[in-house]
């Protein structure tokens, strides 16, 4: 018997929503597929004078609402099925947000750990060649994503400018500030959830200082840890992929950043400051207020979520509860924020880069915070609202937003368009 994708899996979301509006079929059988997604092998002279090979993908999953929007992840473990249903879910995230794009992602099946810092500009100049004519700054627009940062954007920018022989700071976000990059782009992500958590702080009864366990530490682990950390929250347990640590009377937020910067876990800061080992698997079920899964898909499922005791659960990674552990988490009073809206931090921030590209005109920090927390506390509070209204969880409510601007959007294309557009 054929296992469910994980495409599949994301669909259930959007049946949810559909059975909340009154939609056209039509509508909910275009967003079950991708429009187009394109598959090639980079090939790679490596230091040592050999080749290799890269698979790599990019999906534009709908463009009904604007040109697609999504990052580029460098992961052993990527999948084409994986960079559909990212693609999916960043059509509906960046409609939750009211942004003019559609959906999109990309990826190559590497770990970049493995590569030297020459190596690594050959593969991302090489994925840029590969994919020169499906991206363009009105027509797919990347940025990083796991793996993949600010230095491998820019090498992309200049490969696209020598393709073409001409600069377009607006094909890629999350570039360096140097090459017509965003002040605020590299904690957008965590910045605008710890925006949605302040502003619903109250409608979700949280304390003051709430203990805080995280799922991931790396950049939006990192500044998630740093923001709740400076309004007096606990961080009490925080893992990576090599193991995890905790300490009750709260973990010292600089040492674990020290030990990030100088390319350590966080396990190398045990025996430090109170700090003791944990397994990894076990930070879900840690006794505390907040839980951010900030990592990968997946990291609470149905065998964990029973043990969930957070009263709210942040998601800052993508897609990473399952749709059974949503169940339990509903069945047993935790609230979530869903990543198609808490994480939208960073693809909002990307929106303004390519704003500020596209009119050559760039905005100080202070604009950039005080655009993103109205624009996170405008879209929570709707969210917050039709979960109210319907008796739904924040994530069908999320949905259900999304889905009915994509509606409106593929209802005015026209039904002729609908398959062809």
């Known amino acids: 018997m054929q296992q469910d994708s994980l495409l599949d899996h994301a669909l259930v979301r959007l049946d949810e929503a559909a059975a909340h509006l009154d939609i056209d079929p039509d509508v909910i059988e275009k967003l079950k597929?991708?429009?187009?997604?394109?598959?090639?092998?980079?090939?790679?002279?490596?230091?040592?004078?050999?080749?290799?090979?890269f698979l790599a993908w990019r999906c534009r999953y709908d463009d009904t609402r604007g040109p697609t929007k999504g990052g580029i992840r460098f992961h052993a473990e990527s999948t084409a099925d994986e960079v559909e249903t990212l693609a999916f879910w960043m059509t509906f995230k960046c409609a939750v947000m009211n942004l003019p794009y559609g959906g999109g992602k990309g990826a190559v099946q590497v770990d970049p750990r493995k590569l030297s810092k020459a190596e690594?500009?050959?593969?991302?100049?090489?994925?840029?060649?590969?994919?020169?004519?499906?991206?363009?700054?009105?027509?797919?627009?990347?940025?990083?994503?796991?793996?993949?940062?600010?230095?491998?954007?820019?090498?992309m920018a200049d490969e696209y400018a020598q393709i073409f022989g001409q600069a377009e700071p607006a094909v890629i976000t999350g570039k360096p500030i140097a090459l017509g990059g965003s002040l605020g782009r590299g904690d957008a992500t965590a910045r605008g959830g710890y925006y949605l958590v302040r502003h619903l702080a109250?409608?979700?009864?949280?304390?003051?200082?709430?203990r805080v366990a995280m799922q991931g530490f790396g950049n939006a682990g990192?500044?998630?840890?740093?923001?709740?950390?400076?309004?007096?929250?606990?961080i009490v347990a925080v893992s990576d992929s090599e193991g995890a640590?905790?300490?009750?009377?709260?973990?010292?937020?600089d040492l674990l950043m020290e030990a990030k910067e100088n390319g350590q876990s966080v396990v190398s800061t045990a025996g430090q400051g109170g700090h003791e080992t944990l397994a990894p698997d076990e930070v879900a079920g840690v006794d505390c207020d907040l839980l951010v899964p900030a990592a990968l898909e997946n990291m609470i499922h149905e065998d964990n979520a029973g043990s969930v005791k957070a009263k709210l659960?942040?998601?800052?990674?993508?897609?990473?509860?399952?749709?059974?552990?949503?169940?339990?988490?509903?069945?047993?009073?935790?609230?979530?924020?869903?990543?198609?809206?808490?994480?939208?931090?960073?693809?909002?921030?990307?929106?303004?880069?390519?704003v500020q590209n596209?009119?050559?005109?760039?905005?100080?920090?202070?604009?950039?915070?005080?655009?993103?927390?109205?624009?996170?506390?405008?879209?929570?509070?709707?969210?917050?609202?039709?979960?109210?209204?319907?008796?739904?969880?924040m994530r069908t409510a999320a949905y259900v937003h999304a889905l009915s601007r994509l509606a409106e959007a593929i209802e005015a294309h026209g039904t002729q368009s609908f398959f062809t557009s």
């Open 202 to 210: 109250d409608d979700l009864g949280l304390s003051k200082t709430m």
């Open 222 to 234: 990192q500044h998630i840890a740093r923001l709740l950390a400076a309004d007096g929250h606990k």
């Open 245 to 253: 640590v905790i300490s009750d009377a709260g973990l010292h937020i």
């Open 120 to 155: 690594l500009e050959r593969l991302s100049r090489a994925y840029m060649q590969a994919f020169a004519r499906i991206i363009g700054p009105d027509r797919d627009i990347p940025a990083p994503d796991v793996y993949t940062n600010s230095m491998i954007m820019g090498w």
């Open 358 to 393: 596209k009119q050559g005109f760039y905005w100080t920090i202070e604009d950039i915070h005080n655009r993103l927390r109205a624009i996170m506390e405008r879209e929570g509070r709707a969210v917050w609202n039709v979960s109210r209204e319907k008796g739904i969880t």
């Open 313 to 354: 659960v942040l998601e800052l990674a993508n897609g990473p509860v399952t749709a059974e552990a949503d169940r339990i988490l509903a069945a047993n009073g935790t609230v979530i924020l869903p990543d198609i809206l808490a994480n939208a931090g960073g693809v909002t921030v990307s929106y303004f880069e390519w």
């Open 33 to 53: 597929y991708a429009r187009e997604t394109t598959k090639v092998r980079l090939m790679i002279r490596m230091d040592d004078g050999s080749r290799k090979s």
